[in-house]
């Protein structure tokens, strides 16, 4: 149904011309998913973009190939054609349904926009048209939510809309860039379903664009690897899995995590949380963030800190370190307890104890280059003076695994993956005993994760630290913790060591979770 | 490669932003022509008295309006007194009244607003509202008041002046640290066990620099405005002394006989307000890191 020919695509700047897609040939069949598997930057959207003309020109430049859809080269078609191609043939869903949807339109409008632009119908046949739709993808009682503002749903929900909103024109060809990227494992789970069924019931052809190659190992026909804007791998999901020839799709394939670790021989608490209760006031309702949640973790201990957005897990870190205020309940650190420690000495125990965060673009100031990023709490907890504190920094920079010559960098400069580490390079300056890595690597993509998580395993080691490890990706969890906790709507469900978590789930809510887990049955 | 290294065991931490900006900015021939000038100008200002070819209050009555001469470079006023010369004198007014002025606000606006916006909650809402109190005071009748009380004195007026100018300051610095305070760098520093205060200068007043540039270059002028405007109503410098806001209100009434009044005057003025928009550009493009790849 369409078929890539030898597409190159460029992007021209004043330094210099950088080739994003690279002679790159696939086609996709009606009736099969065809995934698209790369790291950020490998060309994987760009190829995609510019087959309906979304890249921008300039900067971005078609240097040749041909893409016949139908027939038809798409590159050679007029804005005007290309146009009418887009929405009623082709239709796109993208990454992150709240920045796509727009937030003043009730969404049953937004869902009869396109439908209107491209077709001849009256109000109520639009209207007919969508509810039937958002039936179908799954929105309970769409009559009452279909005059709703986008907000008014959830992740999950939103990205139903969106999948509606691309079917309601009927294209021959869905393109879903990275759908399920921005949701929770079980709304994943859920939209994965939804596409895979979508599919085969109304038989259109599916471009799944993706980094993880975990995500689509359960619905892809066939798979497409892309590295640096070429293709390096292509065949059927089967063949990819079992006989991976390229050595960056082996690479791919051992970067899904797998496995756990031994639990460590641990000593004794160091970190004690009894009751601890955080609540917020939104509005004149109160909502229970964290709510009577006790547990240990022990000296030299990993703890796993499993659940889903608004679980509260990141509520329960924050509540911890005294970076949110807690309600109620205790947290004794080393014997003494935090919630209630005054100003000057609450100073002292912040060096004890760090935080590592999740987006690296977010937590790292962009006007402090690498240098002053990392001698700062070196100087503030006069761990070194003026005259040593270079030689620190150096030695910090080492430790992480960042080159000593990018010392005078700032954050922008780096990449996702270096970002973490100048963060945990941070966070380890103070040789903390208890760091909380609050989803350190879930926003990075997956062989940066590898590495990233393989970092953190060593340096827990030769820090000998204590981590409360949270995340909501299990299968991260696994790699490092000891010991894994389970919490829902601020609550905890199960606790038990890592191992027996995974193999005797006993609450009905853990196995669904793991249920959830992407590509179980082809992780090794 | 190896220099980065060297130098930085010199470099106290935190410095490295001001000394790339520096470098950056010295690399932007507009800014630093545009720097040149004003330093130039404030040269000559505080020179003015040795440097001045007449003397402010010399007029020679004979002589009235006349057009750019040998002796008299800009011509002379209706008075017959130098242009030049007045020029000269109004700029020492001007510029003191726009940088003064102008720091003044640039100091108390910032740290107003990098508190309310950090501490948030009842100080914020009280200090902002003591913002908004005084937006709501008319301005005349707060410098008339000011002028009643300690008398007419130059000081004065710059700091009326500048005491007007923070509050829109102290707003758009309390919008940027509220944005800024979201971010977990900020966190970060928190649980780092930084002061608020080491935070405030740290971390979200250089994050928060660009807008406030933006407004600064747009102050000055409009400060340098204000000044003529209260001078037009006898609150500010008076007659023999004078500024640029004088001259140009003068000359604009006499433009149709004797255009040179206020061609001249306005030029300074001109001038100086695009030295200070390329500065400003500058300074913003020096202190944004993203901004060039190097």
Redo the contacts between chains.
Sequence with gaps: MLSVEHLSVSFVSR?GTTRAVDDVSFTVQSGRITAIIGESGSGKSVACYSLLGLVPQPPGRIDGGRALFEGEDLLQMSDAQLRRVRGRDIAMVFQDPMTCLNPYMTIGRQLMEPLRLHRKVSRAQARERALALLQEVGIRDPQTTFDNYPHQFSGGMRQRVMIAMALINEPKLLIADEPTTALDVTIQAQILDLLADLQRRRDIGIIFISHDLAVVADIADSIVVMEKGRVVETGDREAIFRNAQHPYTRKLLAAIPSGSKAPAATGAPLVQVRELRTWFRDGGATVKAVDDVSFDIHRGEVLGLVGESGSGKSTIG?SL?R?VAASGGSVRFDNTEVLSLARRE???L??R???I???PF????????V??TL???L???RLAD?GS??QA??KLMDDVGLV??S??K?P?EFSGGQRQRI?IG??LA?RPEFVVADEPVSALDVTIQAQILELMEQLVGEYGLTMLFISHDMTVVRQLADRIIVLRRGRIVEEADSRTLFEHPRQAYTQQLLRSIPGRAHAR | ?NT??AD??QA???S??WQDAWRRLRRNRMALFGLCVLVLLVVIAILTPWLAPYGYAEQNLDLGATPPSAQHWLGTDVFGRDLLTQIMYGGRVSLAVGFIATGVALVIGVSWGAVAGYAGGRLDAAMMRLVDILYALPFMIFIVLLMVVFGRNLLLLFFAIGAVEWLTMARIMRGQVQTLRQ???V?????????PLTIIR??LV??ALGPIIVYTTLTIPSVMLLEAFLSFLGLGVQPPQTSWGLLISYGAETMEEYPWLLIFPGLALTITLFSLNFLGDGLRDA?D??GT?D
Excluded at chain 1, 362 to 369: I, K, W
């Design positions: 330094i924050r370190l970076l609450l100073t002292a912040r060096r104890m760090q935080i965060f999740q987006d977010a937590s790292l100031n962009p006007r402090m280059t240098y002053d001698a700062e709490p100087l503030l907890h003026r504190v270079a920094v150096l000593r010559e010392a005078r700032y922008h963060a941070r966070a103070t | 490669m980065g290294i930085i065991q106290p931490p935190g490295s932003l971010q977990e760098f966190e970060a520093a928190v649980s780092l066990g930084l002061s740290r971390h250089p994050n202190l890191v993203r790849a």
